[in-house]
C-alpha cells in the first residue's frame, strides 16, 4: 500500500436511514480507523491524511457526515448534534472492529458523544482534533461568519478558492486550486459550498449553549478509552486554557499541540498532524493478531 493509492467508496446507514458515503484506504484485515471532518467540510478533508494512515498500516474510513458532501440530507433540516452522534454510532456498528474514531471539529464533537454516552459505540480511542469540551465563541462565530459569507456562491473554482485563502492567511496558497472542487457543487451557473445551508441555522444556536460542556466532560470521562486532544497551536477555537482544562478534567486524556496550525490542523499542516497522532494509534489503535502489524512509513 502505498501513500498515493486510490480509495475505494463504500455506503453506511446512519440514523433514520441517512446514506453515508464514505472513502475507503488500506487492507481490509488492517485495523480500522475512521476519520471524521468538520462542519462546513466534506471527506475530502482527508484526502492527503487517508493514503497516509493506510501506507502505516489502518484501514481508513473517512466518511461525509450527514448534509456535507455526497451523504444524505436531513429531511427536516435538523443538524443537532445528537443527530451526528447517532450516524456515528450507525457507523461504528456496521464497520465492527471496535475502529479508532479521529474526529475534527464536529466531527469530534459527534465522536466524543457516540463514544461516551449510551448507547456507547464500541471504539478503541478517540483524537479530538482542535474540539474539546467548549469553545472559545469568537472563533465559532468567525467560522460561521465565513460560512455565511457568498450566499449566492463562486462564478468559478478559482474565486473559491481565494475566498478560502482570505479566510486562512496562515495557510500557504494551494498548488492546485482546482482541488477545492470536491467542496463545491453546481447550482445553476455558480458553485456553491458542498453542504446543506440549512446547517447554519443549527450551528449558530448551538454556539456554546448552557450544559453543553459539562455534558461533553461527561461524556470523556465515562468514554473509557484514550483520548488524544490535538490542538492548532494557534487556533483560535481552542485556547491554550481550554485545552489544558480538558486535559485536567478528563483522566485518560492527553494533549499535544501543533505548531502553526489554525483549527483546521490536518489542512493547515498534515505532515505535522501526522507525526502528532501516529505515536498515539501506534499505542492504541492497533489490534494485536498474528502476522499484522503496525507499519511507520516515512
Do not use: K
Not at 472559545?136 to 462565530?141: A, E, I, K
Amino acid at each position: 500500500m502505498t501513500a498515493g493509492a486510490p480509495s475505494q467508496p463504500r455506503h453506511f446507514v446512519g440514523r433514520d436511514g441517512t446514506r453515508l458515503t464514505a472513502d475507503v484506504w488500506g487492507e481490509a484485515s488492517a485495523p480500522p480507523l475512521v476519520l471524521l471532518h468538520g462542519g462546513g467540510q466534506t471527506r475530502h478533508a482527508w484526502d492527503r491524511t487517508g493514503p497516509r494512515l493506510a501506507a502505516l498500516g489502518w484501514r481508513v474510513v473517512a466518511p461525509d457526515l450527514r448534509g456535507h458532501g455526497s451523504s444524505g440530507w436531513s429531511a427536516d433540516g435538523d443538524y443537532d448534534v445528537d443527530l451526528f452522534a447517532d450516524d456515528v454510532r450507525a457507523l461504528v456498528a456496521e464497520l465492527g472492529g471496535r475502529p479508532t474514531l479521529v474526529g475534527a471539529s464536529l466531527g469530534g464533537l459527534s465522536a466524543l458523544l457516540a463514544a461516551g454516552e449510551a448507547p456507547r459505540a464500541a471504539i478503541r480511542a478517540l483524537v479530538l482534533v482542535d474540539v474539546a469540551h467548549r469553545p472559545d465563541p469568537r472563533g465559532v462565530r468567525r467560522i460561521i461568519e465565513f460560512m455565511r459569507r457568498r450566499p449566492d456562491g463562486f462564478a468559478d473554482v478559482g474565486e473559491a478558492a481565494a475566498a478560502v485563502s482570505a479566510y486562512l492567511p496562515h495557510r500557504p496558497a494551494p498548488d492546485d486550486p482546482e482541488r477545492i472542487r470536491h467542496n463545491l457543487r453546481r447550482h445553476g451557473d455558480r458553485w456553491v459550498w458542498h453542504w446543506d445551508p440549512r446547517l447554519l441555522d443549527s450551528f449558530e444556536g448551538r454556539v456554546d449553549p448552557p450544559g453543553m460542556a459539562e455534558r461533553l466532560l461527561g461524556a470523556a470521562r465515562h468514554a473509557d478509552v484514550p483520548i488524544l486532544l490535538v490542538r492548532g497551536g494557534i487556533s483560535d477555537v481552542v485556547r491554550d486554557d481550554i485545552a489544558e482544562e480538558f486535559r485536567d478534567r478528563v483522566p485518560r486524556a492527553r494533549r499535544v499541540d501543533v505548531a502553526d496550525a489554525g483549527h483546521m490542523v490536518a489542512g493547515d499542516r498534515n505532515d505535522h498532524f501526522i507525526d502528532a497522532i501516529v505515536p498515539f494509534l501506534e499505542a492504541h489503535a492497533t489490534a494485536p493478531r498474528p502476522g499484522v502489524s503496525v507499519r511507520r512509513v516515512r
